[in-house]
């Protein structure tokens, strides 16, 4: 259920498609004419939901094959992805402008299905899975006593994000295993 009624959404819409436009920051107008919500939801009401040129309904074969190979190509090395940058390339290439959410929710089941197939080596999200343990780093001395540098924390170490090597379905990582040699037991 929705926070916000027909009435408001009426509102929302007349404001930006009229003075909206030309105004630098039109949310912080927008929540002064509407006071019961802040600036950020009024954002995004706008941009996830009632800004005409959204499209809505599922995404083409085509187009979701364009978002893996955009997000592989245009990661960084801390592993962010600049959504907004994905979403105009998408308005660029197919002409349909999607909401950011919706794009990144996309991707981030299409990983989910990933995590199944591939290593754990590799990943889609922000949080860093591998097998080893954290690392146990001591924390600073702010105030110079013994009992400050024995404290430690638990932190892990934050790799950058491998890319993923392909996003072919039938994808078989070459996985080299030791061989060992079998000993008599006597």
């Given amino acids: 259920m929705s926070i916000f009624d027909l009435e408001t959404d009426d509102q929302i819409k007349e404001f930006m498609q009229g003075e909206g436009k030309n105004l630098?920051?039109?949310?912080?107008?927008?929540?002064?004419?509407?006071?019961?919500f802040s600036s950020k939801q009024l954002c995004h009401r706008w941009?996830?939901?009632?800004?005409?040129?959204?499209?809505?309904?599922?995404?083409?074969?085509?187009?979701?094959e364009f978002i893996y190979k955009w997000v592989n190509e245009n990661t960084t090395a801390s592993g962010k992805v600049r959504w907004s940058h994905c979403q105009k390339?998408?308005?660029?290439?197919?002409?349909?402008?999607?909401?950011?959410?919706?794009?990144?929710?996309?991707?981030?089941?299409?990983c989910r299905h990933l995590e199944h197939d591939l290593p754990k080596v590799f990943y889609c999200r922000?949080?860093?899975?591998?097998?080893?343990p954290p690392l146990?780093?001591?924390?600073?001395?702010?105030?110079?006593?013994?009992?400050?540098?024995?404290?430690?924390?638990?932190?892990?170490?934050?790799?950058?994000?491998?890319?993923l090597p392909t996003l072919i379905p039938n994808y078989q990582p070459e996985i080299n295993v030791p061989k060992f040699k079998m000993l008599p037991l006597f």
């Avoid at 630098?24 to 019961?36: D, Q, V």
């Fill in 24 to 36: 630098s920051k039109p949310y912080m107008e927008l929540s002064r004419r509407i006071p019961n």
């Fill in 47 to 64: 941009n996830y939901k009632l800004n005409p040129r959204l499209t809505d309904g599922p995404f083409t074969q085509e187009e979701k």
């Fill in 89 to 110: 390339a998408l308005e660029n290439k197919f002409d349909k402008f999607r909401a950011v959410n919706r794009i990144q929710g996309m991707w981030l089941t299409h």
């Fill in 126 to 132: 922000k949080r860093v899975k591998t097998f080893n």
């Fill in 136 to 163: 146990i780093l001591p924390k600073a001395n702010p105030s110079g006593t013994k009992n400050a540098t024995i404290a430690f924390s638990n932190v892990p170490i934050l790799r950058p994000r491998p890319r």
